[in-house]
Nanobody, 124 residues
Framework: QVQLVESGGGLVQPGDSLRLSCAASGRTFPTYGMGWFRQAPGREREFVATVSRGGSQTYYTDSVKGRFTISRDNAKNTVHLQMNSLKPEDTAVYYC?????????????????WGQGTQVTVTS
């Protein structure tokens, strides 16, 4: 069992940066691939980024490539999403998730555990 708690969301202006964090409980954190998803009002939840168990592999959805960076610290049971050059279309609730699959994991149904989400609002 893994419990995930996100933090770091907020209200920012276009072009600003935010760093989301996800704290995981349990000693098994290094055995999970980690991902970030987001859901905007009226839209389906979508994949944002993922990092493999050891942190060597990452993958991003096209709309955030070059702006967002996912990283993990297995010693601290945390995963981060550094978001730069934020745009209004990045506004959403951001969810952290853990998958028992190897490698990069994109599909939401491959994730076993989910956090409660943190709101990110980008507006001028």
């Amino acid at each position: 069992q893994v419990q995930l708690v996100e933090s770091g969301g907020g209200l920012v202006q276009p072009g600003d940066s935010l760093r989301l964090s996800c704290a995981a409980s349990g000693r098994t954190f290094p055995t999970y691939g980690m991902g970030w998803f987001r859901q905007a009002p009226g839209r389906e939840r979508e994949f944002v980024a993922t990092v493999s168990r050891g942190g060597s592999q990452t993958y991003y959805t096209d709309s955030v490539k070059g702006r967002f960076t996912i990283s993990r610290d297995n010693a601290k049971n945390t995963v981060h999403l550094q978001m730069n050059s934020l745009k209004p279309e990045d506004t959403a609730v951001y969810y952290c998730a853990a998958s028992s699959r190897y490698g990069v994991v994109v599909a939401s149904y491959e994730y076993n555990y989910w956090g409660q989400g943190t709101q990110v609002t980008v507006t001028s």
